[in-house]
């Protein structure tokens, strides 16, 4: 069974420029998450989607990040324009339902480095 | 104030030594993971306790959740190499599956 697939690895921008990541969940996978892991912490949710249906962005900056997954598969996630502190690690995971249990258990992706100079 | 403390922060141990990570905190979960992540991949879950007084074995890792629900252990015998990564302690919040909280983490680094 293929992973999670993301891309590009890595990407070097300058502040106040746009960028794009690209997500492919695993096959089947309903619920699709974008994570945020700055250097020393642990990731933090920006948004969640259930099938193409946000389910959670309270924690993204809407001011300047932006997602989408359009027909419930692949997703993106955009920043314009970008600044210093968005340097991160940006993580793609996804998961299927599990019935009757308070926990699922989600493959993430390899992740895409960002850095904004 | 972290959801999550993890302690310690950094660990740097001989291959064979013997070691155990702290995940804390002041409230009560009902299920408690813990996931570990190698440089330039993503986390990959290790093991799932939902249940006070829990433990897991998985190889020479052993996990435990307290039995009040709000802390948790993970004991790893006679460390190796491979055992290197960033061990991360991770919850559920919120109505139904919530969103999922991570700790920030222990960096281990194991020397042959």
């Known amino acids: 069974e293929a992973g999670v697939a993301q891309s590009p690895r890595y990407k070097i921008i300058e502040k106040r420029q746009s960028v794009a990541f690209w997500c492919n969940p695993i096959?089947?996978?309903?619920?699709l998450y974008w994570y945020q892991q700055i250097l020393g912490q642990g990731p933090k949710l920006l948004i969640q989607?259930?099938?193409?249906?946000?389910?959670?962005d309270s924690q993204l900056p809407k001011d300047r990040f932006s997602a989408e997954r359009l027909k419930g598969v692949d997703s993106t996630l955009k920043i314009q324009p970008a600044k210093l502190e968005d340097s991160a690690v940006y993580l793609c995971?996804?998961?299927?339902?599990?019935?009757?249990?308070?926990?699922?258990?989600?493959?993430f992706g390899p992740g895409t480095r960002l850095t904004v100079l | 104030t972290q959801l999550l403390e993890q302690s310690p922060q950094f660990l740097s141990i001989q291959e064979g030594e013997n070691l155990t990570v702290y995940c804390n905190s002041s409230?009560?979960?009902?299920?408690l993971q813990w996931y570990r992540q190698e440089p330039g991949e993503g986390p990959v879950l290790l093991v799932t306790?939902?249940?006070?007084?829990e433990v897991k074995k998985l190889k020479r890792l052993t996990f435990q959740f307290g039995d009040a629900r709000k802390d948790s252990s993970l004991h790893i015998t006679a460390a190796q190499p491979g055992d290197t990564g960033l061990y991360l302690c991770?919850?559920?919040?919120?109505?139904?599956?919530?969103?999922?909280?991570f700790g920030r983490g222990t960096q281990l680094t194991v020397w042959p």
């Open positions: 989607f259930q099938n193409n249906g946000v389910v959670d």
């Open positions: 991770a919850v559920y919040r919120g109505s139904t599956l919530g969103r999922l909280y």
């Open positions: 306790v939902v249940t006070g007084g």
């Open positions: 995971a996804s998961s299927s339902k599990m019935s009757g249990v308070s926990y699922n258990e989600q493959f």
């Open positions: 096959s089947g996978h309903a619920t």
């Open positions: 409230s009560v979960f009902s299920s």
